[in-house]
């Protein structure tokens, strides 16, 4: 490619020496300097022959025609994944991540979900939890083999207290939650939720049950899905580690920053009273 630009360079440069009168002598020693712009080549040729009597230096620029005549625009055919600009979440923004874990069992399903706790601002700036996060139980009851109707599933929300009371739940422990959802209204005890959670008789895990009373839809349900000990270890391992997130814990200790950490420790070392320094 190169060589056939020079050539036609050449070819060129002949002509209009020819057409002014001056002889064209091909010097070995030419020195090119290129640079591409947009769609354009200019060349900048210094003739330093020493067979021409002239010591002058003379300045040719030759503008060629568009660089994709002579140089094949390559696209690639193949390109691994990566996420654009346009797909790819705003500046500063997380994107919002869903998650859940599912027990699928010959009777039921059951659905395990986070909900993540709600802030309100402060005149201050500053924001405050105003309601903590919970873990949302969805049961199905099975419509098949390996089947679930979906359009039936009940639902329990686990509250931070209701959490603790199942991690620490023993091998032979078992307890019960009572939720009304219309409690303080009009409606209030129409709709009964009771969920126990009993060992199996084997020892071998636990009996989860849900009983669903609706006065109001004229539905009473009850769905029960047994968890082995290692499922239940795996609901207790999320529980613990999801506990201080639902709190709100995390936002705090993220806001901590040494400087001003350090900055209200020092303004109020007369006011601070320690317990551990009665």
Same mark, same amino acid.
């Given at each position: 490619?190169?060589?056939?630009?020079?050539s036609?360079?050449?070819?060129?440069?002949? #002509?209009?020496?020819?057409?002014?009168?001056?002889?064209?002598?091909?010097?070995?020693?030419?020195?090119?300097h290129?640079?591409?712009?947009?769609?354009?080549?200019?060349?900048?040729?210094?003739?330093?022959c020493?067979?021409? #009597?002239?010591? &002058?230096k003379?300045?040719?620029?030759v503008?060629?025609?568009?660089?994709?005549?002579?140089?094949?625009?390559?696209?690639?055919?193949?390109s691994?994944? &990566? *996420?654009?600009?346009?797909?790819?979440?705003?500046?500063?923004?997380? *994107? +919002?991540?869903?998650?859940?874990?599912?027990?699928?069992?010959?009777?039921?399903?059951?659905?395990?979900? *986070? +909900?993540?706790?709600?802030?309100?601002?402060?005149? &201050?700036?500053?924001?405050?939890?105003?309601?903590?996060?919970?873990?949302?139980?969805?049961?199905?009851?099975?419509?098949?083999?390996?089947?679930?109707?979906?359009?039936?599933k009940?639902?329990?929300?686990? &509250?931070?207290?209701?959490?603790?009371?199942?991690?620490?739940?023993?091998?032979?422990?078992?307890?019960?939650?009572?939720?009304?959802?219309?409690?303080?209204?009009?409606?209030?005890?129409?709709?009964?939720?009771?969920?126990?959670?009993?060992?199996?008789?084997?020892?071998?895990?636990?009996?989860?049950?849900?009983?669903?009373q609706n006065?109001?839809?004229?539905?009473?349900?009850?769905?029960?899905?047994?968890?082995? +000990?290692?499922?239940?270890? %795996?609901l207790?391992?999320?529980?613990n580690?999801?506990?201080?997130y639902?709190?709100?814990?995390?936002?705090?200790?993220?806001?901590?920053? *040494?400087?001003?950490?350090?900055? %209200?420790?020092?303004?109020?070392?007369?006011?601070?009273?320690y317990?551990?320094?009665?």
């Amino acid at each position: 490619m190169v060589q056939q630009l020079l050539s036609s360079s050449n070819f060129s440069i002949k #002509t209009q020496l020819q057409s002014y009168g001056q002889p064209f002598l091909p010097c070995p020693s030419l020195s090119f300097h290129t640079s591409i712009i947009t769609h354009n080549i200019q060349l900048k040729l210094t003739k330093n022959c020493a067979s021409h #009597t002239t010591p &002058s230096k003379l300045l040719l620029s030759v503008k060629c025609r568009q660089s994709s005549e002579y140089f094949e625009q390559s696209s690639p055919k193949c390109s691994s994944f &990566s *996420p654009s600009l346009s797909s790819s979440p705003a500046v500063g923004v997380p *994107p +919002k991540v869903f998650v859940g874990h599912s027990i699928y069992k010959g009777k039921a399903a059951l659905t395990v979900d *986070p +909900k993540a706790p709600e802030f309100v601002p402060l005149d &201050s700036g500053a924001f405050k939890v105003s309601r903590d996060g919970y873990i949302l139980l969805q049961f199905a009851p099975a419509a098949g083999v390996r089947q679930y109707d979906w359009s039936r599933k009940q639902a329990f929300s686990l &509250s931070v207290s209701e959490i603790g009371s199942l991690v620490s739940l023993g091998a032979r422990d078992c307890c019960e939650f009572f939720h009304d959802p219309n409690k303080g209204k009009s409606d209030e005890g129409k709709v009964r939720k009771v969920l126990k959670v009993e060992p199996l008789p084997d020892g071998s895990g636990y009996f989860f049950n849900l009983n669903v009373q609706n006065k109001l839809l004229n539905v009473d349900e009850s769905v029960y899905i047994p968890i082995s +000990k290692a499922e239940f270890a %795996v609901l207790i391992s999320v529980f613990n580690f999801i506990l201080p997130y639902l709190l709100g814990w995390h936002v705090f200790a993220d806001s901590i920053k *040494p400087d001003d950490s350090n900055r %209200v420790n020092s303004s109020n070392t007369r006011t601070v009273d320690y317990e551990w320094s009665r």
